[in-house]
């Protein structure tokens, strides 16, 4: 079993840059591909970003590409996203998630919490 815990989430103004960090136990998380999954209010979950195990290859969502960086700690088992030029349009719960199988979303087992983001225009 994974157990994943975000943070980083909070309150910053249009323009502004926010770092989220998702640490996991349990598991052998280097084998795992991680994802960063957003719901805006009123709105359904939609994928961010992900990142292989060894973290080789990235993959993001259009609305973010440019702007948000996936990139992962092997040895503390924690995984990030830095968000930059934050736009009010990215305001949401921002989810980690884990898998191990074809990391299409609806393959994702293993799922934190989620940290609030609020971007202010």
């Known amino acids: 079993q994974v157990q994943l815990v975000e943070s980083g989430g909070g309150l910053v103004q249009a323009g502004g840059s926010l770092r989220l960090s998702c640490r996991a136990s349990g598991g052998t998380f280097s084998s795992y591909t991680m994802g960063w999954f957003r719901q805006a209010p009123g709105k359904g979950r939609e994928f961010v970003a992900r990142i292989t195990g060894s973290g080789g290859t990235t993959v993001y969502a259009d609305s973010v590409k440019g702007r948000f960086t996936i990139s992962r700690d092997n040895a503390k088992n924690t995984v990030f996203l830095q968000m930059n030029s934050l736009k009010p349009e990215d305001t949401a719960v921002y989810y980690c998630?884990?898998?191990?199988?074809?990391?299409?979303?609806?393959?994702?087992?293993?799922w934190g919490q989620g940290t609030r983001v609020t971007v202010s225009s």
């Open positions: 998630a884990a898998t191990f199988l074809t990391p299409i979303p609806s393959n994702y087992p293993y």
